[in-house]
């Protein structure tokens, strides 16, 4: 079981940075994709980006350019820098990994979540 645990979040003034961390523990397979998720009161959750085991990531549009996600597959730990924070990025942000599992029996997919980290971006 792959316990995932997020940390960095905090209040900030528009403008401001932010660097959130998720540390995974408890891995006994491959740790695939990571990703940054978040959701904002009233909202469905989003995918603000994510990265594969070789460093090719993806953002939403309202982050691209601002946010970087970046892993250290050595410490299995994916960051987030949150640059040039709006207001509406306002948000608790969750961590989510895949890890697969192929052995004799067949490949596995499981996927895990972060207790999640709030983000408060005043005016």
């Known amino acids: 079981q792959v316990l995932l645990v997020e940390s960095g979040g905090g209040l900030v003034q528009a403008g401001g940075s932010l660097r959130l961390s998720c540390a995974a523990s408890?891995?006994?397979?491959?740790?695939?994709?990571m990703a940054w998720y978040r959701q904002a009161p009233g909202n469905e959750r989003e995918l603000v980006a994510s990265?594969?085991?070789?460093?090719?990531?993806k953002y939403a549009d309202s982050v691209r350019g601002r946010f970087t996600i970046s892993r250290d597959n050595a410490n299995n730990t994916v960051y987030l820098q949150m640059n040039s924070l709006k207001p509406e990025d306002t948000a608790a942000y969750y961590c989510?990994?895949?890890?697969?599992?192929?052995?004799?029996?067949?490949?596995?997919?499981?996927?895990?979540w972060g207790q999640g980290t709030q983000v408060t971006v005043s005016p």
């Open positions: 989510n990994a895949m890890e697969s599992h192929s052995d004799s029996r067949g490949y596995e997919e499981r996927f895990y």
């Open positions: 408890g891995v006994t397979g491959s740790l695939n994709t």
């Open positions: 990265i594969n085991r070789g460093a090719r990531s």
